[in-house]
């Protein structure tokens, strides 16, 4: 019964489409007249509820000439988060057609250009859903996580998809810093009134990294009437952000409630498989041919962030084309030891932080990475994280791992807090300067 639908499914949906929404269904049963389908993710439950289950139901009666109902149960979620099951790479498909220049599109970031997988598979799901029912099922949608995980491409990949299915849909993609300068140029320039026509008459609204809103109280204004406006006229709304909007300080309350109106979903650091997947998708793009033991050897390298990731390529591409060698396993090694190498000239390393720190308040590396919450061992351990963050280049969930695998952000609250401290605290000040001299030389 199923095979029949899922046939009819195939012919009809676009290859996108399919993949996501009806080729990740499991048929479990049929009994009472009831269909049991197997969901991955509540996304997809709600998807199929509202664009999907009233059509199919038709369809099933046709098939089996028999009153049927469908169910939906989602897949538990506990279990491996189908890392294994959805590593699909999907196919480039058509070039990325170029569109009105107002949009501020970036004509790479495509959903065709996004590989799932761990990590992102709910994300690009939720978002999908925003492109092909735009205001309909989550709004607004916020995709949030950590630097370089794909939530620009991924949002700009809604906007291309809006258009693509509707050409004359009027797509505004924005940073939140870019929202503020148009507005208080608005407001220097007494232009108010285009300001509002243009952001309150689009059909799609991307607005990135919202964090940025944060101590902006005139723009947090602005931008709750301009939210309102769309959201009563059930036009789409999506943001980003590297937390979730409640932990973001000095966001208004209000816009807070608004954003929690629809739903938030996060993208966390992709899997071994899923890095080797971009890369491949990546070096087919630049027309390199590059063995699966090179491809998995660059994306061992580098685990938390994809930017990183296609730069180690790119590092790699270069010293083989300046070398002229080819690209193989050793020659990737050679060129990313250099790499290794900057990065231990310049010298340090979260566990060199940890240890110092530890010295410095007569503690353990193991009170740093622990989870005891008693004064004398809080505050250096977010000192700690404090100084990761500002003198190493890793992200936010990598420092969160190696304190104890905590959450990135815990590193983000140890990090706000201790910023706002030492706007206050001299003493404080005196023990940065002096560890920053302990670990600086
Ligand atoms: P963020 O906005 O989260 O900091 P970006 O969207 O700018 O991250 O992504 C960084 C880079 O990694 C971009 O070049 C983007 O195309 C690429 N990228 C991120 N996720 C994926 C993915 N799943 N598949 C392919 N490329 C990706
Ligand atoms: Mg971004």
Request: charged share 25%; with cysteine; net charge negative.
């Given at each position: 019964?199923?095979?029949?639908?899922?046939?009819?499914?195939?012919?009809?949906?676009?290859?996108?489409?399919?993949?996501?929404?009806?080729?990740?269904?499991?048929?479990?049963?049929?009994?009472?007249?009831?269909?049991?389908?197997?969901?991955?993710?509540?996304?997809?439950?709600?998807?199929?509820?509202?664009?999907?289950?009233?059509?199919?139901?038709?369809?099933?009666?046709?098939?089996?000439?028999?009153?049927?109902?469908?169910?939906?149960?989602?897949?538990?979620?506990?279990?491996?988060?189908?890392?294994?099951?959805?590593?699909?790479?999907?196919?480039?498909?058509?070039?990325?057609?170029?569109y009105s220049h107002d949009t501020h599109l970036?004509?790479?970031?495509?959903?065709?250009?996004?590989?799932?997988?761990?990590?992102?598979?709910?994300?690009?799901?939720?978002?999908?859903?925003a492109?092909?029912?735009p205001g309909q099922?989550?709004n607004p949608l916020?995709?949030?996580?950590?630097?370089?995980?794909?939530?620009?491409?991924?949002m700009q990949?809604i906007g291309h998809?809006v258009l693509?299915r509707n050409p004359k849909a009027k797509v505004k993609y924005v940073t939140s810093e870019e929202f503020a300068n148009d507005f208080i140029n608005s407001i220097q320039t007494r232009r108010q009134e285009e300001f509002r026509r243009e952001y309150r008459s689009v059909d799609l609204l991307l607005v990135d990294d919202i964090?940025f809103f944060?101590?902006k109280e005139a723009t947090q204004e602005e931008f709750f009437h301009t939210f309102n406006k769309l959201y009563e006229n059930k036009k789409q709304i999506v943001l980003?952000?590297?937390?979730?909007?409640?932990?973001?300080?000095?966001?208004e309350?209000r816009l807070?409630?608004r954003f929690?109106w629809g739903?938030?979903?996060?993208?966390?650091?992709?899997?071994?498989?899923?890095?080797?997947?971009?890369?491949?998708?990546?070096?087919?793009?630049?027309?390199?041919?590059?063995?699966?033991?090179?491809?998995?050897?660059?994306?061992?390298?580098?685990?938390?962030?994809?930017?990183?990731?296609?730069?180690?390529?790119?590092?790699?591409?270069?010293?083989?084309?300046?070398?002229?060698?080819?690209?193989?396993?050793?020659?990737?090694?050679?060129?990313?030891?250099?790499?290794?190498?900057?990065?231990?000239?310049?010298?340090?390393?979260?566990?060199?932080?940890?240890?110092?720190?530890?010295?410095?308040?007569?503690?353990?590396?193991?009170?740093?990475?622990?989870?005891?919450?008693?004064?004398?061992?809080?505050?250096?351990?977010?000192?700690?994280?404090?100084?990761?963050?500002?003198?190493?280049?890793?992200?936010?969930?990598?420092?969160?791992?190696?304190?104890?695998?905590?959450?990135?952000?815990?590193?983000?609250?140890?990090?706000?807090?201790?910023?706002?401290?030492?706007?206050?605290?001299?003493?404080?000040?005196?023990?940065?300067?002096?560890?920053?001299?302990?670990?600086?030389?």
């Open positions: 019964l199923w095979q029949q639908l899922d046939a009819e499914y195939k012919k009809t949906f676009e290859p996108l489409s399919y993949d996501t929404w009806i080729k990740t269904v499991v048929p479990l049963q049929v009994s009472n007249q009831t269909l049991v389908l197997e969901v991955p993710s509540q996304y997809h439950a709600d998807y199929w509820r509202i664009r999907l289950i009233d059509q199919a139901t038709v369809s099933l009666q046709k098939i089996s000439g028999e009153n049927l109902n469908i169910k939906l149960v989602v897949k538990n979620e506990h279990e491996d988060p189908a890392a294994k099951e959805y590593p699909a790479v999907i196919d480039p498909g058509e070039p990325g057609q170029v970036n004509d790479k970031y495509t959903f065709e250009n996004f590989v799932t997988g761990g990590g992102n598979y709910l994300a690009q799901a939720a978002a999908l859903s492109a092909e029912e099922i989550y916020n995709i949030y996580g950590g630097v370089g995980l794909g939530k620009t491409h991924l990949a998809e693509r964090q944060a101590e980003t952000s590297d937390r979730v909007p409640n932990e973001i300080p000095k966001l309350d807070v409630s929690k739903l938030s979903t996060d993208i966390t650091p992709p899997d071994l498989e899923t890095r080797i997947a971009i890369l491949r998708n990546k070096a087919q793009a630049e027309g390199l041919e590059i063995d699966d033991q090179t491809l998995s050897y660059i994306a061992s390298q580098i685990d938390t962030n994809i930017r990183e990731l296609e730069g180690a390529l790119v590092r790699v591409q270069a010293y083989c084309t300046i070398n002229k060698i080819d690209i193989n396993l050793e020659n990737a090694m050679a060129a990313l030891r250099g790499l290794q190498e900057i990065s231990a000239e310049r010298g340090l390393s979260i566990s060199k932080i940890q240890e110092i720190v530890a010295q410095y308040y007569r503690l353990q590396v193991s009170d740093l990475t622990g989870k005891k919450r008693t004064k004398n061992i809080v505050e250096p351990r977010q000192i700690a994280m404090y100084l990761s963050r500002e003198l190493t280049e890793n992200s936010l969930p990598k420092i969160g791992k190696e304190f104890g695998g905590k959450d990135h952000t815990t590193v983000i609250h140890a990090y706000d807090k201790i910023s706002q401290n030492l706007l206050s605290d001299a003493e404080l000040k005196k023990q940065l300067s002096d560890l920053r001299k302990l670990l600086q030389g």
